[in-house]
């Protein structure tokens, strides 16, 4: 059933400990206009606020696009960047530190903002022969919210700059290749592995998880030496927890942790 454009532009659900935020405007393939994009960065709030939330799962209604990036009619109208949430970025996620996990499940094309949003992602699972890029170029405009930085990141230069310069679009295989995307899978198949993937995810302890996204996240950004001490500075914390308590004493005693299931 096709998504009528009076009904809401995104939608958010609890999947137990998983926050599914669904992108909802398949009509003009899942471009977002200002409204739906403040949309999003209130649900991804929502989720980080809720501690019995231990993921978000980022995908879109329909068959045809994750996300086309901005709404350009309404840009044409009111002028480009409206959809940008001071702080945050586009959606509420291009630019925003997310401290939870947040997966991707990519149902269909995602392009320019849509890419940029991807990207954001922690873990990206996406459908067979889905398409990736940033055609920006082609409308004189640039990905400058994180579509340009995160490529520089996570693919090599060449590739980089042929999506930057070019337009080109990429299947979701060839970026599995590279190393960007996680999973492929078929597209009816598609919600069931990004929601099994958050699960064994947050079978882990999420104190754990939370710390290791962010020690990895710094990493990025500086020199080993400061990373390993900024791990130093942050570990006996978690080291001398209650979740590495019960980590070790299920080892000791061959039995599956039984962590704490809430922030």
């Known amino acids: 059933m096709s998504v009528q454009p009076d009904q809401p532009p995104v939608l958010a659900e609890r999947k137990g400990a998983v926050c599914v935020i669904t992108l909802n405007r398949p009509h003009v393939s899942n471009a977002m206009h200002a409204e739906g994009s403040y949309l999003v960065d209130r649900y991804v709030r929502e989720a980080e606020a809720d501690p019995e939330v231990g993921a978000i799962i980022l995908t879109a209604a329909g068959d045809k696009a994750f996300c086309a990036g901005m709404d350009l009619k309404e840009a044409a109208e009111r002028g480009a960047g409206h959809g940008l949430v001071p702080g945050a970025g586009f959606c509420g996620v291009t630019e925003r530190v997310i401290e939870k996990p947040v997966i991707g499940a990519i149902n269909g094309a995602a392009v320019a903002g849509g890419l940029e949003i991807s990207l954001a992602c922690d873990c990206l ?28 990141q996570q693919l090599p230069r060449q590739i980089g700059m042929e999506i930057i310069t070019c337009g080109t679009l990429f299947p979701a295989e060839r970026l599995y290749d590279l190393g960007v995307v996680n999973r492929v899978v078929p597209r009816e198949r598609l919600m069931d592995e990004a929601l099994a993937f958050a699960d064994t995810m947050l079978a882990n302890s999420w104190k754990a998880i939370r710390f290791g996204k962010a020690l990895f996240n710094d990493a990025q950004n500086e020199p080993l030496p400061a990373a390993i001490n900024r791990g130093h500075a942050n570990a006996d914390r978690l080291m001398r927890s209650e979740d590495s308590r019960e980590g070790i004493a299920a080892y000791a005693e061959k039995r599956d942790a039984n962590f704490r299931r809430t922030e």
């Open 125 to 152: 699972i996406a459908a067979e022969g889905v398409l990736f890029g940033l055609p920006e170029v082609k409308r004189g405009m640039v990905a400058f919210t994180g579509g340009v930085q995160r490529l520089a």
